[in-house]
């Protein structure tokens, strides 16, 4: 069993930055690639970025040059500097890790955190 837990909503002004910190642990064998989705009431996910385990990033359109995404590989950990915020960043935010554990590969989910940004 693998989990992952998602730190660092909030509320923040427009122009604001916050940082989205997600950690995976448990049955870990090895990690392909960590990213962060986001999600509004009555819409679809969305991707925001995601990166590699060897460090090879992608970003939605809407975010790029404002956003950061890093990987710590011996932690297991994924961040998200999310700098120059609009209101239109509001959402919750969702972890996801594609894990290799002990029997098979899978695709894992955080349970959220919320990002809110004052106009």
Avoid: H
């Amino acid at each position: 069993q693998v989990q992952l837990v998602e730190s660092g909503g909030g509320l923040v002004q427009a122009g604001g930055s916050l940082r989205l910190s997600c950690s995976a642990s448990g049955s870990i064998v090895s990690i392909n690639r960590m990213g962060w989705y986001r999600q509004a009431p009555g819409k679809q996910r969305e991707l925001v970025a995601t990166i590699t385990s060897g460090g090879n990033t992608d970003y939605a359109d809407s975010v790029k040059d404002r956003f950061t995404i890093s990987m710590d590989n011996v932690n297991n950990m994924v961040d998200l500097q999310m700098n120059s915020l609009r209101p239109e960043d509001t959402d919750v935010y969702y972890c996801n890790a594609d894990i290799n554990d002990y029997r098979m590969r899978r695709m894992y989910w955080g349970k959220g955190t919320l990002v809110t940004v004052s106009s």
